[in-house]
């Protein structure tokens, strides 16, 4: 696909690297549905990440699914910038990156 600044994209959310990817490719808008509304929390809270926290901080919580600082980043750094739903979500399953994101099956 030769996609450009001037296509809008549907995909499916699923983890959301492919929304990213087609993103970082180039694409004008990405349109991003899942039916699990978990793959949009976590679509959500990866791209308050990359935007608000340092490579390493990135690294840990979706790289390696893990992170030792998770609930001050949460409160300070990523809470702030989440919608409601996607904070309400996270807000109760921050442990997730204590016992390891890949962990936790359908993120439901």
């Known amino acids: ?3 450009n600044s001037n296509d809008t ?6 983890g959301g690297c492919n929304a990213l990817n087609l993103l970082l490719n180039g694409a004008g808008h990405v349109v991003s549905v899942d039916c699990n509304p978990a793959q949009s929390s976590l679509l959500e809270l990866k791209s308050v990440a990359i935007q ?3 490579f ?4 840990q919580m979706f790289g390696e699914g893990k992170h030792p ?4 980043l949460f ?4 809470g702030p910038y989440l919608s409601q739903k996607a904070y ?7 442990w997730y990156f204590k016992q390891g994101l890949y962990y936790q099956g359908g993120m439901g």
């Open 88 to 94: 309400n979500f996270w807000s109760t399953r921050l």
């Open 1 to 3: 696909m030769h996609i």
């Open 69 to 72: 600082h998770i609930q001050r």
């Open 9 to 14: 994209v549907l995909t499916l959310t699923s």
């Open 52 to 54: 608000q926290l340092e």
């Open 56 to 59: 390493e901080d990135v690294w």
């Open 75 to 78: 409160e300070t750094r990523l």
